[in-house]
């Protein structure tokens, strides 16, 4: 357990006003932000993910007015990323509360601590109680060490770290058999059945302990007092969502066809649209995780280009992902049954899964 108190009675009593305050709030899985919601702009905290629901702080750090904001400064995809910032008596603690944890769990982050300015972030669950706050089953990504690691039921090292640069960190947690998979910078797991604390127990400091606090953390500890009083770490495209669970989405083939007819001798590509809705959205779609019917998304030019694309397909108001793949390549065994099957996964990680009727007609 990676565990510190704050001894300042200022920064406790706002941290509690602040999180008492929110305490009713509960996040829905999947959670995916990339802080660049157009109305989150910077210097100010995340907007919520929606109406209700949203980031909250636990425990306050530094700065007093702008502990945790949206930053410019830096960010490993799009514009913005959320800085935290610390000081050596107070550790700077964001998170979402979630309304469920389930058996099989999984978590992802972009971390990047300030060169000059940061020494270690972490990403994972936390909780408070008094004077003394607690993080678990988490990544602990140290500038200062030059190494990332996992702090479950033991602490387990993960890989390397260069201070200043982005690492993305992912943990799939499989709370039935209290074992962890851990995955850094790779798109296969680095270590596998790591032991992982339980979702409740009981800790000597804190009490009962329930993990559903789900955050980012620029820690309070003065290990490395050349770096001063500022600890300034940077998060980005975090999300969480269940691992066992398999999004279900609306796509069409050939939309606007009917009906859905290939010809699988054709030289040319198929469009396969996949809808978005209020709780899905289509533009977090990796294109490089898809296959509709054994196939890849088709690629152009000398690059290698992708060929997928975001408009609003359907009229809705939101914005579908609509991709092209190669026909040739289409596994004949996977439409014989007059429907074909989509997957794929988002950048945050959710897989998703969507069909749509076929239909196989002759070269003449």
């Not at 339980?198 to 009962?208: A, I, V």
């Not at 939101?318 to 065994?333: K, T």
Request: glycine share 10%.
């Amino acid at each position: 357990m990676d565990r510190g108190g704050s001894k300042s009675l200022g920064f406790l009593l706002l941290a509690l006003a602040i999180a008492l305050g929110g305490s009713a709030w509960c996040q829905p899985l999947p959670v995916y932000d990339d802080f660049e919601t157009p109305v989150a702009l910077p210097g100010t905290y995340p907007y919520p993910l929606d109406a209700e629901n949203g980031w909250l702080t636990l425990s306050v750090g530094t700065d007093w007015g702008a502990p945790a904001y949206l930053s410019s400064a830096a960010a490993f995809s799009g514009e913005q990323s959320f800085r935290l910032n610390s000081v050596p008596w107070a550790r700077q603690m964001d998170y979402l509360r979630l309304d469920d944890v389930p058996d099989k769990l999984s978590y992802q982050a972009s971390v990047c601590v300030d060169p000059k300015l940061g020494w270690v972030g972490l990403v994972g669950f936390m909780a408070r109680n008094g004077y003394y706050t607690g993080v678990w089953n988490h990544f602990r990504i140290d500038a200062g060490h030059g190494e990332v690691s996992f702090w479950g039921t033991d602490v387990v090292r993960v890989g390397d770290y260069t201070p200043g640069t982005w690492c993305t960190v992912r943990a799939e947690l499989d709370f039935t058999n209290g074992t962890a998979a851990l995955w850094l910078n790779s798109d296969e797991p680095v270590l596998e059945n790591v032991p992982i604390n339980p979702k409740e127990f009981d800790d000597p400091c804190l009490g009962h302990v329930v993990l559903n606090q789900w955050g980012v953390v620029a820690t309070d500890y003065l290990e490395y007092p050349s770096v001063g009083f500022s600890n300034v770490a940077y998060f980005d495209d975090v999300a969480v969502w269940e691992s066992s669970t398999t999004l279900e989405v609306d796509i069409s083939i050939t939309p606007g066809g009917n009906p859905n007819s290939v010809n699988l001798k054709s030289k040319g590509v198929l469009p396969v649209a996949v809808f978005g809705t209020e709780s899905f959205d289509a533009t977090e779609i990796d294109p490089a995780t898809v296959t509709f019917a054994g196939a890849a998304v088709a690629v152009k030019g000398k690059h290698d280009k992708l060929m997928a694309h975001v408009e609003d397909i359907d009229g809705d108001g939101l914005l579908d992902m609509l991709l092209q793949f190669p026909v040739q390549e289409l596994d004949p065994a996977q439409v014989q049954d007059g429907f074909a099957v989509l997957t794929g996964a988002t950048y945050g990680g959710a897989a998703f899964e969507g069909s749509d009727v076929i239909v196989i007609r002759p070269r003449h």
